[in-house]
């Protein structure tokens, strides 16, 4: 599995070159002109990308996440989502490097092959950090009515950590 | 977003105040700034290459083939979408990108669909249906191969890292369809 993994970014990167050569395209120039392009984007988004950062830091520290998980429970319990998975689907949609380091800690301590375990995986594997795509997103374009896009995304992500306890409750 | 980030600190704020966290709360923000510093100059080798390989992709026409594979599926998404414009290349370029597992390269793709969909926002500063179809199409994440969970798993003993792939499937099209039915009900209410 490992082996196929570190095959998909050299090869999409391979294949982009060389389909680019075929077709007669002036690659580097190509890749300079665009690359030119992501660093202005970039630095469009710093901003905004900071202040998100600033709120994460100042969440993840507090101690506000056994607070949310807390308020979550009831929620948790009515669905079945197991207990200890809940700060986990709490930290996700708004930090992935904190969801990862989170996922891996959760490995550690309750072992794999187990319901506990899978669950945490189906969350990982199946959604995305939320805040972080909108702040991007939204702050590349300088869109500072986001309309019903909160919303919308947390309940996705709702319905993915719901979805992920019944199916292991059904498949396993 | 105004208001959930206020009181994301709000929040912050007062659990610290609660369970006498303020020291570590304190610390963390003499040490975010340098963190997100970090994962700015990280975030601009990224969004250097992808840039790059787009411009790459798209003047060799690869996109525009990504783009006709994906029309059935950009139907039913973005109806109201010119299928051969500019923004549904840069879009045939995230969902791939997110299929293949790839959430850095995804993110530059998205970004810059944004940008192409902003060019013609009538309003601007203000989402389009199509904008926040995007967002949501990214946090729901449909992959084909969940590669970051299967390398954990594995390393950890897991017999088969990868039987929860079905199921990841599942779950991600479950959200997926609820996040655009969302989008579908609260965007009616127009502007």
Known sequence: MAVVGAWVLPSMIFSIIVFGLFKGVNVFECFVD????????????????????????????????????????PISKLTGIPDEVVPLAVLSPISGSGALSMYESMLNKYGVDN??????????????????????????????????????????????????SWIVRLMF | MNYIWAGM???????AIAQGNMQALSDSVMVGGTDAINLCLRLLGIM?????????????????????????????????????????????????????????????????????????????????????????LNSASLRIIPTTVAMLRQQHGAKVPMDIMTASWISSAASLLVGMTMVWILGKRGR
């Open chain 1, 34 to 73: 665009g690359a030119k392009g992501g660093m202005k984007t970039l630095v469009g988004i710093m901003p905004s990308l900071i202040g998100l950062i600033l709120a994460v830091t100042m969440l993840r520290s507090s101690g506000a996440l056994d607070i949310l998980s807390w308020l979550m429970s």
């Open chain 1, 115 to 164: 319901n506990i375990e899978r669950v945490a995986s189906i969350i990982m594997g199946s959604s995305e950090t939320t805040f972080y795509a909108i702040t991007l997103y939204y702050g590349a374009v300088d869109v500072k009515k986001t309309r019903h896009t909160v919303p919308s995304a947390l309940s996705a992500d709702l319905t993915s950590f719901i979805m992920s």
């Open chain 2, 9 to 15: 600190i709000v929040l912050a704020f007062f659990s």
């Open chain 2, 48 to 136: 250097c290459l992808w840039g790059g390989l787009m411009k790459i992709a798209e003047r060799s026409g690869l996109t525009n083939a990504l783009c006709k594979l994906l029309k059935p599926f950009l139907k039913i998404i973005f109806p109201k979408m010119d299928l051969d414009s500019k923004e549904a290349q840069a879009i045939s370029m995230n969902i791939t990108a997110n299929l293949l597992g790839l959430g850095n390269a995804a993110t530059p793709f998205g970004i810059e669909a944004m940008k192409r969909m902003d060019a013609q926002n009538p309003q601007k500063g203000v989402a389009t249906n199509d904008m926040v179809k995007l967002v949501v």
